[in-house]
């Protein structure tokens, strides 16, 4: 029987969750706002912000599979994840939006903020049994004796 996550545990899995479901209504926005997205919003286009939904899905599906999988390297998956992830939007912002918008101070402040969470969850020695498989899971690193 599979442990109850804690709540931290919980909270990270479903800002993992929300990033997914983010990418995702990015994605099919632009193609079902393929016309509108092109004439005022040239510059970076649909095709990039399409484009970057589907790989940042792709990424949290990834995350989340691994975990449910219990693989060994999911706690370095998920900081370098979100690290890039962050380095990603910040880089957006920066070098491919046209503009930058007013709340750029509690922007930054949020993502310094959801970096420290993540890593504070996921290097809590508390957590590491959630990230790996159980022993009853594991198979025998010994050969039967005889």
Known sequence: MRRKLPFQLT???LLILLGIIWQAVRFVTSIAWYNTLELYAP????????ATG???MLAG???LWSFWVGVRWNRAAILIASSLYAVWVW????FVQTRMQANW???LAATIILLA???IVVLNPRNRIYFEREAYERESQNPPSA
């Open 11 to 13: 909270l990270l899995f």
């Open 43 to 50: 510059t970076p286009g649909p095709i990039y912000i399409g």
């Open 54 to 56: 589907v790989v940042w």
């Open 61 to 63: 599906l990834f995350l």
């Open 91 to 94: 880089a957006d912002r920066l």
């Open 105 to 107: 101070p509690f922007d």
């Open 117 to 119: 969470y993540t890593a």
